[in-house]
């Protein structure tokens, strides 16, 4: 936000800006930068959203501003082509629930799937929540009825599936990436974004975290098994930069490309990257892995998010539960 400046006073942070050519100074509670910067947008913020004057379209832009670099930013600025146009002239006092049932359903006309609703009407419920509870800027939360979220349709892919994929991958760097999502169930920014000091082959460690305080997807620290162990050091013994997976010394943005050309020549179609992390979490709960083992694996925040996604893909586990009911009559020759 061009507008402020963070600066010192009096031991601790400030923001300030001008007005009519004089400047305000306002004292903040943070004690790291990070935090003033955060803070600071809130104050100004506040002294300029008057309550009940700005539009959904003023307060998405504000948002996205106050989310700066973070990578949510960026999806609020994709979700917004499709959001603003149907709200960014009415104002949060405005909106009923009726408005985004007649969103829903426009959507749904258009061709979009449920957890694209669901994802658009989400991001303006958290619009408006950080509108009232950051900025002061609405008197209240407006009512948006969000569709529920679909469950996943991503089966888990076969060991003879995972095999022809990384046999498939041609480029090294490739196959690095691919083997690593595959040992470690992580996403595909934390593979690609890690170096080589997140890895300690001493300890056998895998450290997917990130320390920027930006990221809200949860990464964990993983051990590291044979498998990863003998593909990470293979690339150590070739590096030419920081980062675990490069190509040409060049740290990669994107498998996509060869991930598509591996699945070709795999025979396979309708494979999407995400379903190896899905592969993951569905094969160790099949090996009797604890839930909240295989939560903390995946970088899950509580075990409830894994319980709803994966728990389904194993009715098996439920077996000893549905043997009590069968009240006596486990032979149908018997009854």
Known sequence: M???TIGRLRGGYCVSWHVDGKRRRYQLK???R?????EGRDKYLREHHTQGTSTILDLWSAYVDHLGDRPSAKTLGWTGKAVLPHFGALRPDQLTVDDSRAYAAKRRADGRKEGTIHTELSHLRNCMNWAFKKTGAIERV???EVPPAPDTDVRPLTDKEIQSIVANCDAPHVRLAVILLMTTGGRVSSILDRTWDKIDFERGIIDLRLTDG???KGRAVLPMNALARTALQAAYAARQTEYVVEYNGRPIKSIRTGYSAALRRAGLSGVRIHQIRHTVAVRMLAAGKP???VSQYLGHS???VTQRVYARFLP???SDAADVLNFGMANPKAI
């Open 302 to 304: 509580n075990t409830s």
């Open 291 to 293: 839930i909240e083992q």
């Open 316 to 318: 098996e586990h439920l």
């Open 34 to 38: 990070k935090e003033a910067e955060a």
């Open 30 to 32: 943070a004690r790291t």
């Open 2 to 4: 061009s507008e402020i």
């Open 214 to 216: 930006v990221t809200r």
């Open 142 to 144: 407006p009512p948006i």
